[in-house]
């Protein structure tokens, strides 16, 4: 189960056609697990699926819709950056800073 639901990144995306359903639950998948990583917790398991804080919920649509739109590594000719602005600060907010030493 995701957090978000393809519904809803297609609202995001502000897109009304099926065509690209696979493509946008891939995505979906892809950036829940990357934000999961940079936590350093899963969000489903420690919020639960409706439980997950607004904000990180909204990280998720903008990566979704990032990736989305920028399909390719480089783009000839327009600048591109590698993650939408402010995420990192809404993923810093909530990562787990813990360190495991032995």
């Known amino acids: 189960m995701t957090i978000i639901d393809i519904p809803r990144a297609k609202a995001q995306l502000n897109i009304l056609d099926d065509q690209d359903d696979v493509l946008i ?23 639960g699926d409706s439980d997950v804080p607004a904000d990180l919920q909204e ?3 903008q990566l ?18 590698a ?4 995420l990192d600060d809404i993923i810093r907010d909530y990562r787990n800073w813990s360190f495991d030493v032995e």
């Open 25 to 47: 639950g891939r995505k979906i998948a892809a950036a829940e697990s990357f934000i999961n990583r940079r936590l350093g917790f899963d969000m489903a398991v420690k919020y």
């Open 59 to 61: 990280a998720i649509l």
């Open 64 to 81: 979704v819709a990032h990736w989305y739109e920028n399909r390719e590594a480089v783009l000839i000719g327009i600048s591109s950056q």
């Open 83 to 86: 993650l939408p602005s402010g």
